[in-house]
């Protein structure tokens, strides 16, 4: 019973190509999360949507464009891909937003690699 | 803006020793504080949070934080350390508007 999942696992692509990471949640939270961990293990928030409405952009290159087809999916994807994009990829998802309490439930990561 | 600092990217216990991993927080407002555990090739599973409820939060595998307001801090013991403790520890502060800030992250190493 996989809480939040991710797919894929592992991506290895060339520079410039585009290609999207899936995530979903069944733990019926209304809020979703896209992070990147660089090399250094440094987290940082990329996106999060509450209920399909996209509510923090932390000054992401709009080569990277999360899509909500519902409250339980949150995918992103990645135009013209570069050698920086290489990273791991974490979804997360939360009960509600705006309750600073609330944990936030990280799915497995997607390791990105671009060659 | 709410944000943490650990200090030390790297500690080093022996098997049975004391774990102590540290983090420090800047917020003007109370702060939710968070220490996750991430796993070689795993994803972040939450330890345990401080709510205000207990300055003193007990989490899962035996791990701990106190709240320390006059320090600004939020370390994470552990008394005896196991090797199955050996990961990636993130603390992390989140305010009401809802944003999660992490930390750089501590590896701890357990020595046998």
């Known amino acids: 019973d996989t809480a939040v999942s991710q797919t894929p696992k592992y991506l290895v692509t060339q520079m410039g190509n585009d290609k999207s990471i899936k995530c979903e949640q069944n733990?019926?939270?209304?809020?979703m999360y896209w992070y990147k961990q660089d090399s250094k293990k440094f987290l940082k928030i990329m996106f999060s949507?509450?209920?399909?409405?996209?509510?923090i952009n932390e000054t992401v290159p709009n080569r990277f464009s999360p899509k909500s087809p519902d409250k339980a999916h949150l995918n992103l994807h990645i135009n013209s891909l570069e050698l920086g994009d290489s990273a791991v990829y974490f979804c997360?998802?939360?009960?509600?937003?705006?309750?600073?309490?609330?944990?936030?439930?990280f799915g497995p990561g997607t390791r990105l690699l671009v060659l | 803006a709410q944000s943490v600092t650990q200090l030390g990217s790297h500690v080093s216990v022996s098997e049975g020793a004391l774990v102590l991993l540290r983090c420090n927080y800047s917020?003007?407002?109370?702060?939710?504080l968070f220490w996750y555990v991430q796993y070689p090739n795993q994803g972040l599973q939450l330890l345990l949070k401080y709510t205000s409820a207990a300055t003193l939060v007990k989490g899962i595998n035996g791990f701990e934080a106190e709240f320390k307001k006059s320090e600004t801090s939020f370390h994470l013991t552990k008394p005896s350390a196991h090797m199955s403790d050996a990961a990636e520890y993130f603390c992390a502060v989140r305010d009401n508007n809802n944003d999660m800030r992490f930390g750089a992250g501590t590896r701890l190493t357990v020595k046998p």
């Open positions: 997360a998802s939360s009960p509600r937003q705006g309750r600073g309490q609330e944990t936030q439930y």
């Open positions: 733990l019926g939270h209304d809020t």
């Open positions: 917020s003007s407002v109370p702060p939710y």
């Open positions: 949507y509450n209920n399909k409405e996209l509510i």
